[in-house]
């Protein structure tokens, strides 16, 4: 299931977006949720205004230190994997 965000880029590629989806449900982005660029797949989160943002430093140590860590570095892995294939 995909969810309707504000159409933005991405602050890390410019990677143009009007979407987003759960990559382990089907749960609504909210504010401060994380968010995994699909080109780049560099790491952001969603701000008040479900706008894309960097994280800070201490958002990204806190997310490190997560139980969900293992899970956002496999997904990123995966697909740079799917992406060196195409290449």
Not at 11 to 37: E, N
């Amino acid at each position: 299931m995909s969810f309707a965000i504000p159409k933005q880029q991405c602050p890390y590629c410019g990677y143009v977006c009007d979407r987003c989806s759960h990559a382990f449900g089907d749960a609504k982005p909210k504010p401060g949720d994380v968010s995994l660029c699909f080109r780049c797949m560099e790491i952001s989160f969603f701000d008040g205004d479900m706008n894309l943002r960097r994280p800070l430093p201490i958002e990204l140590e806190n997310l490190r230190n997560s139980p969900e860590w293992e899970q956002i570095e496999q997904v990123r892995a995966d697909k740079r994997k799917v992406m060196a294939k195409r290449n």
